[in-house]
């Protein structure tokens, strides 16, 4: 299968672009850059358009999840949107009692922790998933030629939240669950897989220029672990959009020793958090990928001079690799000054590519 003639990346809209460039590995007219977490509560239009309305039902009202996707690419002149949803959107869709409490995170009504647990799980239909194809077919008509990235919670994230039904500091549950009861781990690891790829992959073929697995938490894995029981999985989601031959960008935080299993999951592009320097990420990768990264979301909160020291030696960092897209080490903090990422994304934009 391939994207159909009329998709942004097929029609000519964003081939050309800078971020598609450099995912690609080639050489942007500018810098590209983007933030995770860009939409969201450190913009005062977010927070006005979200009162009164649930933050899972947020992102599936197609004319409200694709304004907020929109609203940084305005206000900030990023190089890409990222399509406003959450990993647990698949959940919802498959009936699976989640919701996202304020100040929490995604809480689950039941965990999911035995076989027969699993074995439950509801599966969702494809037509479930029309009203993000909505929203992604409205975001990409108001878009022109910026990319929107579509994404999906990588399976070991996603479970994480369903073993422990809620957010977690280690982890425990799940890694215990591998190492106790494997193949229920697999089995649900499994169903994760399947809900994320149709996820992602309704976005990608609804006009996503490109996809990114977000696996947030795989930081919490020894490497072992890591190849034993998840990166399978992983496997399993980014093949599931293969054939659409979109770029595929892979995340983590605390990744440092999983860098390489996690390119080897399929993906172009590694995305780095803010604990490993991009050249050191580089030489861990044996030099081949393109990276995406880090500047540290703390230091967006420091004096001027402070953050500005910090992203040239990001930028030159990045230089030292096959290719650079300029993001943050994990996503915006919500009390994240808006101004300072306009600033920011200036800054970057006014520093001239390095020749590659
Ligand atoms: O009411 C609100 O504003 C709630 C905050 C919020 C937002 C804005 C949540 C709850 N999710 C989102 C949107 C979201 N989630 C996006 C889209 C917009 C963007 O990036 O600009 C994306 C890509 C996600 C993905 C997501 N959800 C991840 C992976 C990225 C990451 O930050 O690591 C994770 C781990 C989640 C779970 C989740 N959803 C929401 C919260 C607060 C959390 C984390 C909870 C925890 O600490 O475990």
Redesign the pocket.
């Known amino acids: 299968m391939t994207l159909s003639a009329s998709h942004p990346l097929m029609d000519g809209r964003t081939s050309a672009s800078d971020l598609i460039t450099a995912y690609r590995g080639g050489a942007p007219a500018r810098r590209p850059v983007w933030f ?6 450190s913009l005062p239009e977010y927070r006005t358009l ?1 009162e009164g309305t649930n ?1 899972l039902e947020s992102c599936l009202r197609p004319e409200m999840a694709s304004e907020i996707t929109l609203q940084p690419v305005r206000r900030h002149g990023v190089d890409a949107a ?7 959107i698949p959940l919802k869709l498959a009936g699976v009692d989640v919701d ?1 409490v ?1 100040g929490v ?2 809480v689950l009504g039941e965990p999911v922790r035995t076989a027969a647990d699993v074995a439950k799980l509801p599966r969702f239909t494809d037509a479930a998933l029309d009203p993000i194809r909505e929203a992604v077919a409205l975001t990409v008509a108001e878009l022109g030629t910026t990319p929107l990235i579509g ?1 999906a ?1 990588a399976p070991f ?1 996603v479970a994480a939240y369903m073993v422990e039904g809620k ?1 977690s500091r280690d982890h425990l549950g799940p890694r215990r669950m591998m190492h106790t009861e494997p193949d229920t781990w697999r089995a649900l690891a499994d169903w994760a897989a399947e809900a994320s790829g149709a996820f992602l992959r309704a976005q990608l073929e609804a006009g996503a220029s490109a996809g990114q697995l ?1 696996d ?1 938490w795989a930081g919490s894995l020894s490497l072992a672990d890591y190849q034993r029981f998840v990166a399978g999985a992983s496997t399993r989601t980014l093949a599931a959009v293969k054939d659409l031959g979109t770029p595929l960008v892979h995340f983590g ?1 605390g990744t440092g020793e999983l860098l390489p299993a996690m390119r080897d999951a399929g993906a172009d592009v590694v995305g780095v958090d803010y604990r490993l320097p991009l050249d050191e990420a580089n030489r861990r990768l044996g030099g081949t990928s393109v990276l995406q990264g880090n500047i540290d979301p703390a230091l967006l909160a420091a004096p001027w001079e402070v953050l500005e020291e910090h992203v040239r030696s990001v930028l030159a960092a990045g230089d030292r690799t096959p290719g650079h897209v300029v993001n943050l080490g ?2 915006v903090p919500p009390d994240t000054d808006p101004e300072v990422l306009t600033r920011l994304v200036e800054l970057v934009h006014s520093v001239p590519p390095a020749a590659r």
């Open positions: 995770m977490r860009q939409a969201g509560r979200r933050m990222i399509f406003f949803s959450d990993i647990v996202i304020p995170g995604p994404f919670g994230t957010p977000f947030s935080t994990h996503g």
